[in-house]
């Protein structure tokens, strides 16, 4: 389960925050396959990776919010 809209900049592995079998939150484990683009709540933009389950989250590209 995803642990709300959490998410790490960290490279090299999946940047979605999940629930451990314990419910605490962890990084999510599976190997990331692509790369992609998120923004934080101040509008700046972080490449992140992603694992297949969560590969939809991320944008192509940085997208101004104030467009
Ligand atoms: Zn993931």
Same mark, same amino acid.
């Given at each position: 389960?995803?642990?709300? #809209?959490?998410? =790490?900049?960290?490279? $090299? !592995?999946?940047?979605?925050?999940?629930?451990?079998?314990?419910?605490?939150?962890?990084?999510?484990?599976?190997?990331p396959?692509?790369? #992609?683009?998120? =923004?934080?709540?101040? $509008? !700046?933009?972080?490449?992140?990776?992603?694992?297949?389950?969560?590969?939809?989250?991320?944008?192509?590209?940085?997208?101004?919010?104030?467009?």
């Amino acid at each position: 389960m995803d642990y709300a #809209g959490a998410w =790490s900049a960290e490279r $090299g !592995r999946c940047h979605r925050l999940v629930y451990d079998p314990e419910g605490k939150p962890t990084g999510c484990p599976k190997q990331p396959v692509t790369s #992609g683009w998120r =923004s934080d709540y101040l $509008g !700046r933009w972080y490449a992140v990776d992603a694992c297949s389950r969560h590969a939809s989250q991320v944008e192509g590209r940085p997208r101004p919010r104030w467009r």
